[in-house]
């Protein structure tokens, strides 16, 4: 019923290929450990330690995964082997005990219950256990991984601290192939930066994946997680992912939540409709800012020094600190003003003009 329920409301995007795969990925865990439970209970027995026996097997599997490296899709095929034949020895211990001491399923199911958790927890450190494998990881996945910049959760100074040290973490293990950037706003103003510059240096480096739409409280120097509102924010967002082509396979996710002064059901609806209408009217001012071209042609000629000549080199990072250094003793330097009311105005005209 659920199923039909679905498939009326969501009509026709629930049955789109991608989101049939997507159901039948996040269903398969829990989907193979029902089919198994469903022979042992047909055949009038219990079984306690499935899910230990899961954790168990998983948690070897990985760490036999990991001997291979991870782009290894050989070490992938003999992992679905190994996990199948140590499942089935787990199984077949239960089995044993079982039918050649005739204890009831019960009882020997408790006690290996306990035995599996007792294992991988000691194998594990009581830790987390994670694949270096990025084969496995997409099979069935059409995608990219995200990695989110956190200035302060849980400490500072971590390599995720803003997108310039989340990118350069990314480069440096050779994982920009399958990774990208989520980029939170308050994250990023957390960090000391706009929302809209986090967004561009993932832009500029092609590393925006997708967005976690929220603002914070800049009084009170932690993640707030407000609904967004501020359509100056929007409009600077909208921007860079306008000039950017879009998020591609990302996408705008409302990480928020009503504050202690909204606490009705209705200010749920509420705050995600003004949320959307924000980034909304922030994708139409954006558009027109764009079609306009006053604020972009102004940024084109400021930094057209850097289209020629010297300035060409230092892009392309042809010079070292000597050059630079012999170049800036001779060079004809001319003040030139940034115009930073009057871009500040042309921005208020498109927002309230």
Known sequence: MLFLLAVVVGWPNFIKFRNLTNILRQISYTGVIALGMTLVIISGGTDLSIGSMACFVGGITIYFLNMFGKDSIIGVILTVVFSIVLGGICG???GIIITQFRLGPFIVTLGTMSIFRSLIQYFSNAGNILSVNMIYGKIGFNGVFLIEPKPMEPSKHQYDYDAATAIEFIKENGLDKDFKCNIEANHATLAGHTFAHDLQV???NGMLGSVDANQG?????WDTDEFPSNVY???QAMRVILNNGGLHSGGLNFDAKRRRNSTDIE???ISHIGSMDSFALGLEIASRRKKDGAIDNFIKNRYAS??????KK???NELNLESLADYGKTADIVQTSGKQELLNNILNSYLFG
């Open 92 to 94: 077949f211990l239960n």
């Open 202 to 204: 993932c832009a500029d």
């Open 217 to 221: 409280d800049a009084q009170n120097g």
């Open 233 to 235: 924010e929007t409009v």
């Open 267 to 269: 200010d749920l609806f």
């Open 306 to 311: 850097f289209d020629k000549g010297m300035g």
């Open 314 to 316: 230092f892009e392309n």
